[in-house]
C-alpha cells in the first residue's frame, strides 16, 4: 500500500521558514515526478510546484516562485520543501503527490500557518 506522509508544518511568523518533508513508502518513487500541492481555508486544492527525478527540472506556482524550493532525496524516497519568507497568504494544508496527482495516494497533509 502506497503512503505519502508530509512532516515539518507548524506556526511561524511572516518573513520566517519551515522545510516540509514527505516520506514515501510503498514503492519507489524515484523515477517519478513529484509535486507539493495546498489547501487554505474555504479554497480548492492548488498546485505549489514540481520536481522530476533527475532534479532537473523544477517548477514553481508564482505566488511561491523565489521563495519556495523542491528538493528530493532518492535514496530515501523523500521529497522537501523549503519555504522562505513565508506570507499570511501561504496558511494551508501541504500535501505531497505525483505529478500529475493520483487521488489514491493524498495523505493527510501538515499544515503551515504563518501569523502577520
Known amino acids: 500500500q502506497v503512503q505519502l506522509v508530509e512532516s515539518g508544518g507548524g506556526l511561524v511568523q511572516a518573513g520566517g521558514s519551515l522545510r516540509l518533508s514527505c516520506a514515501a513508502s510503498?514503492?519507489?518513487?524515484?523515477?517519478?515526478?513529484m509535486g507539493w500541492f495546498r489547501q487554505a481555508p474555504g479554497k480548492e486544492r492548488e498546485f505549489v510546484g514540481r520536481?522530476?527525478?533527475?532534479?532537473?527540472?523544477?517548477v514553481y506556482a508564482d505566488s511561491v516562485k523565489g521563495r519556495f524550493t523542491i528538493t528530493r532525496d532518492n535514496n530515501k524516497n523523500t521529497v522537501y520543501l523549503q519555504m522562505n519568507s513565508l506570507k499570511p497568504e501561504d496558511t494551508a494544508v501541504y500535501y505531497c503527490?505525483?505529478?500529475?496527482?493520483?487521488?489514491?495516494?493524498w495523505g493527510q497533509g501538515t499544515q503551515v500557518t504563518v501569523s502577520s
Open positions: 520536481i522530476t527525478s533527475t532534479l532537473l527540472g523544477r
Open positions: 510503498g514503492r519507489t518513487f524515484s523515477s517519478v515526478v
Open positions: 503527490n505525483t505529478y500529475p496527482p493520483r487521488n489514491d495516494y
